[in-house]
């Protein structure tokens, strides 16, 4: 019987989020808000590398590296410790991150490294463990987690780590204009609370109702119609990124202004999301955002695209 040789580096690719939906229920005891949370992955990624080490090492690649962590924090780390944890291993591995996603930029960039750290290291060690399970790991990580290791278009209920897929129609071509420097999501989330206490509606889960998936906008995904979708792209936290950063207006405007069907702030910000009719169109956006130097960069992508997935094995 010949024993497989365990492969000496593991490369995994993952994608970035944008929410299409982002409806912000109360604020619960646990300080989480329930949501009803449209993921949709975009090819725009990070790719991690994992090699055998004699200790846990993280390196980081890049237009941001500099802004990752490196320490026992980053979500990376964190995904190797609970998986050697759970096989009753050491987690001695280097994991090199090639950073694509913006940091802190409300695309799930940690949470994308830490869904791929899962499952290089899976790979890697051999440890077979089954895609419930490596679910279950990453909700412990963190509310984005489970997403990105399944990608393409999900419902994401409780905080966001109960998925269910969901069914898309066609290629979706997006813009992203990425801002100077991250928002912090708890910040973030702090700010809504605080600003639907000023309008007098209250912000716990007593005064909010339970947010619901928009039925338009499930259909416009299905039948893979970015008119339709623009229609109905909704941010509940977009008030309050625009709260903390108010010339994200200037990009959003920028954005429309240059073609795009529709607008929306990224998740927790301050990465702008811009759908636009076609790759054609995407192009004549990226130009428009490029040229109004309200953003730092601009990045053309599409979606959905799958999750977490080995892309090279040695
Ligand atoms: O789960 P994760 O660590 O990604 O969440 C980061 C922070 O975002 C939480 O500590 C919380 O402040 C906020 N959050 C929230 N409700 C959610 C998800 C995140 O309030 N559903």
């Known amino acids: 019987m010949t024993v497989p040789t365990p492969p000496q580096s593991v490369t995994v690719r993952v994608p970035a989020k944008v929410n299409v939906q982002l409806g912000v229920g109360g604020r619960r005891a646990d300080g989480f808000h329930d949501l009803a949370n449209v993921f949709f992955a975009v090819a725009l990624g990070d790719e991690v590398t994992a090699t055998p080490a004699d200790t846990l090492r993280i390196t980081v690649s890049g237009p941001d590296a500099d802004q990752v962590p490196l320490d026992g924090s980053n979500l990376a780390a964190r995904a190797a410790r609970l998986l050697a944890r759970r096989h009753g291993r050491r987690p001695d591995v280097h994991l090199h991150i090639a950073k694509e996603i913006p940091v802190a930029g409300g695309m799930a960039g940690g949470s994308a490294d830490g869904a791929a750290a899962l499952v290089a290291c899976d790979a890697l060690w051999g440890t077979a463990t089954p895609f419930g399970t490596l679910l279950e790991l990453a909700a412990e990580l963190g509310s984005d987690v489970p997403f990105a290791l399944l990608g393409g278009v999900a419902l994401g209920r409780g905080r966001g780590e109960i998925l269910e897929p969901l069914p898309a129609g066609g290629t979706f071509h997006w813009v992203f204009a990425v801002a100077d420097g991250g928002l912090s999501t708890p910040a973030v989330f702090r700010e809504c609370d605080r600003l639907r206490d000023e309008a007098g509606t209250g912000?716990?889960?007593?005064?909010?109702?339970?947010?619901?998936?928009?039925?338009a906008l499930l259909d416009a995904l299905a039948a893979g119609d970015p008119v339709a979708l623009a229609a109905a792209l909704g941010n509940d936290l977009q008030p309050a990124?625009?709260?903390?950063?108010?010339?994200?207006?200037d990009t959003l405007r920028a954005g429309a202004d240059g073609g795009a069907l529709g607008t929306l702030v990224s998740g927790s910000g301050p990465t702008c999301a811009f759908l636009t009719k076609d790759a054609e169109s995407a192009a004549t956006v990226a130009a428009a955002l490029t040229a109004s130097g309200t953003c730092r960069s601009v990045r053309v992508t599409h979606g959905p695209v799958p999750g977490a997935t080995v892309t090279g094995r040695r």
């Open 203 to 215: 912000s716990d889960t007593a005064a909010v109702p339970d947010p619901q998936p928009d039925p």
């Open 241 to 249: 990124a625009l709260s903390l950063r108010p010339a994200l207006a």
